[in-house]
Each structure stands twice: as structure tokens, then as C-alpha cells.
């Protein structure tokens, strides 16, 4: 993959991660679990995004994946389905956020033979 298109993904990760953050003021989540579930799993997310802007390694993507599930999950595990504004910001951008891992890692994983030859 080239380095524009990671360096366009990892941009578009940071971008998610600022929705995430600011989603429970702009949709006014409750105080409590839901809103700092947001603001947590958004920092993390783009401070993953910024360090993979400066350099790409496989491990920010697997942070990512992992991060992408969590968000998705978190609905359920901490029991905020019944804020449908909270759970389907959480389900899409967790969503986006996995998928975009699970491409670049796909995209930049070498291949088995390749990997033996080196």
C-alpha cells in the first residue's frame, strides 16, 4: 500500500477519533460510562492515528482493530444500548475504525514466501 493511502487512512482514523471525543456534547450522551467510554477510546484512537502519521508500524493497526471492537462492543458490555444516539455513534464509528485496521493490515502484510526469502 502506498504511503499516501495509509498516511490518507491513519487521517481519516484521527478524524473518527475527534467524532468520537466530541459525539456526547453534540449528541448529549449522559454524564457517566457512555461519555467517558467516548472520550477515552477517541484519544487513544487518535493518538494511534497521530503516531502512525509520523511512522507506521503493523502494532498501531492491531491497536486499532482491537480499539474498533471495543467501541462497537462497549454498548453492550457496559450496557448503554437503550441511548440509540450512543450506541449506533459507537457501533459505526467502531466499525469504520476496525475495518480501516483490518484493510491496511491486510494491505501491508507480506507474504508468507516473501517473508522466508528475506
Known amino acids: 500500500m502506498e504511503k499516501r493511502n495509509v498516511m490518507a487512512i491513519d487521517g481519516i482514523n484521527l ?10 456534547w453534540i449528541l448529549a450522551f449522559p454524564a457517566g460510562t457512555v461519555t467517558y467510554n467516548a472520550v477515552i477510546a477517541g484519544l487513544i484512537i487518535g493518538v494511534v492515528a497521530i503516531a502512525a502519521l509520523f511512522a ?3 502494532w498501531e ?3 486499532n482493530l482491537v480499539l474498533g471492537l471495543w467501541v ?16 449506533w455513534t459507537h457501533v459505526v464509528i467502531g ?3 476496525a475495518v480501516l485496521a483490518a484493510i491496511e493490515l491486510w494491505t501491508t502484510a507480506r507474504p508468507p514466501a516473501q517473508m522466508a526469502s528475506q
Not at 462497537?72 to 450506541?87: E, K, N, R, Y
Open 15 to 24: 478524524v473518527l477519533a475527534i467524532l468520537l471525543i466530541a459525539s456526547p
Open 95 to 97: 466499525l469504520a475504525v
Open 72 to 87: 462497537i462492543a462497549s454498548p453492550f458490555v457496559l450496557h448503554f444500548t437503550s441511548d440509540v444516539g450512543a450506541l
Open 56 to 58: 507506521f508500524a503493523q
Open 61 to 63: 493497526e492491531w491497536v
